[in-house]
C-alpha cells in the first residue's frame, strides 16, 4: 500500500465519525428526560413522564401513571400546538397518535391506540362520517382499538388521551 493510500485510510474513521456525529439522523435521535424528542415529533415514556411532572400519576390519577405510552405527531399538529389552535386557515393534515400499553408491572392491565385529527369546527361528541367522533370543538378521535375492542367513526371518546405536547406553544 502506498503512503497516500494509507494517509486516507488513517483519515476515513475520524471523516465518518464526524459525518455521522452531525448527521441529522444523529440529532433527531436526542430523547429528553421524560421521553420526548421534539425533532423527531415523538415521546416514548410513561403516563407519568407525559406531563414533565415525575408526581406518580396521569394528570393527577395513578391508573396510567406506569403505563407505556408512544405519541407520534406532525408538523402540522405542533404548529397548531405553538398556535394554540388560532389560524383562520385552519390546521389541514394535523394529527396525532397514541399507543397506551398497561400490561406492564404496575400498569393499569388495559391496552389503547387512539389518533386525533384536526377537522375544524365541530361540536363535541358529534360523529363525523368516516372520520371519527369529534373532541373539544375541532379535532376528530379515532378510537382504533381500546381494551382489545376496534371501533371505527362514532367511536367512543377516550377514557385517557394524551392530546398536548409539552414544551410546544
Not at 121 to 146: H, K, Y
Request: proline content about 4%.
Amino acid at each position: 500500500m502506498n503512503n497516500r493510500m494509507a494517509r486516507l485510510l488513517g483519515v476515513l474513521p475520524a471523516v465518518l465519525v464526524a459525518l455521522i456525529v452531525a448527521s441529522p439522523a444523529t440529532a433527531q435521535s436526542a430523547f429528553d428526560d421524560y421521553g420526548y424528542n421534539h425533532d423527531a415529533m415523538i415521546f416514548v415514556g410513561t403516563g407519568d413522564s407525559w406531563d414533565r411532572s415525575l408526581d406518580g400519576t396521569y394528570e393527577g390519577d395513578p391508573t396510567y401513571a406506569n403505563d407505556r405510552l408512544t405519541v407520534r405527531w406532525n408538523e402540522e399538529w405542533a404548529r397548531g400546538m405553538q398556535e394554540q389552535w388560532t389560524d383562520p386557515d385552519g390546521y389541514t393534515g394535523a394529527w396525532l397518535s397514541n399507543q397506551w400499553n398497561g400490561n406492564v408491572p404496575g400498569g393499569s392491565g388495559e391496552l389503547a391506540s387512539y389518533k386525533f385529527s384536526w377537522v375544524g369546527d365541530c361540536a363535541a361528541g358529534e360523529a363525523i362520517e368516516g372520520v371519527g367522533t369529534c373532541m373539544r370543538d375541532q379535532f376528530a378521535v379515532i378510537v382504533v382499538s381500546e381494551d382489545h375492542e376496534s371501533a371505527y367513526g362514532a367511536a367512543p371518546l377516550p377514557t385517557r388521551a394524551a392530546f398536548n405536547i409539552q414544551g410546544l406553544g
